[in-house]
């Protein structure tokens, strides 16, 4: 039985899966992404090879233990130098900066190695067993940590950069950790929901929020932000409100720019499809152009959360069949 794993290297999870050739997840787990301190005696290479190691430990104590591994598919939030095997750099995971990751883990494992962006191993995924399988041009945003994209073009992986979350979309906006302001991940992420939600507590607006985490409405997660909106939080709902008008402000001048036959929206928050679908939709109709826009789908991923990881695990699929033809 051949198998290969995928990894979705993200700002706050790291997802990693076994998938089969069919595409069908047979494990997975998520385990926190790890950071570096100055007090820290273990690289985050090695933090990041031992958390591969601990999960195929899983795997074999469950009873799912590869036996013919064909390789390992990385999929790395960030600028990503794909010829190479280096991330070039990564805003929410500054501490893998320029880190060789591929020659990395085909030394740790002995296996082959293929590093892509993980929106666009999310793609990848969505075209081989997902929303995209029988589409030729999508493209895919992935909302977690940050907005990720991804293109699939004439049937085949677009190789260059998709930066959709460092699209400028307020000139003098907020400020982004990739060094500009008004960016699309800086108005749509989980953590531009849970900036908005926590900006907004700061300036004394009520909000079933202020219940949470003790009162402490600087632990907030993005899931705290959810449920409160499913309890009718008006603040919570309104931040939902606000993802789904910048998303439809980027989403517009993507269908523009590409004239797609859809754009897929996935990855961490896509549980919150209903909260910001609508407004997002409002957005489009009223900026895209109507022949452009009348002929493109927006379409809720079929891969949930791992995602970026089944579609790591496809592309060294892929990578061992151009090898072997």
């Given at each position: 039985m051949k198998v290969?794993?995928?990894?979705?290297?993200?700002?706050?999870n790291i997802k990693a899966v076994i998938a089969l050739e069919s595409g069908e997840r047979i494990f997975g787990h998520k385990y926190p992404t790890p950071t570096v301190s100055e007090d820290d005696t273990e690289p985050i290479e090695e933090k990041l090879v031992n958390i591969l190691k601990d999960f195929l430990k899983e795997a074999e104590k469950q009873g799912n233990s590869p036996i013919d591994i064909v390789g390992i598919g990385l999929g790395v939030a960030g600028l990503i130098d794909t010829?190479?095997?280096?991330?070039?750099?990564?805003?929410?995971?500054s501490a893998i900066n320029e880190l060789p990751i591929r020659e990395i883990f085909k030394s740790a494992f002995s296996l082959p190695v293929v590093l892509e962006n993980d929106a666009s191993a999310y793609a990848y995924g969505e075209k081989w067993i997902g929303a995209g399988k029988g589409l030729d041009n999508f493209v895919i945003i992935t909302l977690g940590t940050g907005v990720g994209g991804?293109?699939?073009?004439?049937?085949?992986?677009?190789?260059?950069?998709?930066?959709i979350g460092h699209m400028v979309i307020e000139p003098?906006?907020?400020?982004?950790?990739?060094?500009?302001w008004g960016c699309l991940e800086s108005y749509a992420s989980?953590?531009?929901?849970?900036?908005?939600?926590t900006s907004s507590l700061?300036?004394?607006?009520?909000?079933?929020?202020?219940?949470?985490?003790?009162?402490?409405?600087?632990?907030?997660t993005p899931a705290d932000v959810y449920k409160t909106a499913l309890d009718g939080d008006s603040l919570s709902r309104e931040v939902f409100r606000e993802t789904g008008q910048y998303l439809g402000v980027g989403v517009a001048n993507l269908i523009n720019l590409l004239s797609p036959e859809a754009v897929?929206?996935?990855?961490?928050?896509?549980?919150?499809?209903?909260l910001f679908i609508e407004e997002l939709k409002k957005e489009v109709s009223k900026r895209a152009f109507k022949p452009l826009s009348a002929r493109t789908k927006i379409l809720k991923s079929d891969l949930k959360d791992d995602g970026g990881a089944i579609g790591a695990a496809g592309l060294a699929f892929r990578a061992t069949e151009l090898l072997s033809s």
């Open positions: 290969a794993i995928g990894l979705d290297i993200g700002g706050t010829k190479n095997g280096v991330i070039i750099e990564s805003p929410n995971i991804g293109l699939i073009y004439k049937g085949e992986l677009y190789a260059g950069s998709l930066e003098n906006g907020r400020f982004c950790p990739c060094g500009s989980g953590r531009a929901i849970v900036d908005r939600a700061e300036k004394g607006v009520y909000s079933m929020l202020i219940e949470c985490c003790d009162g402490n409405f600087y632990k907030l897929i929206i996935g990855g961490g928050l896509i549980g919150a499809w209903d």
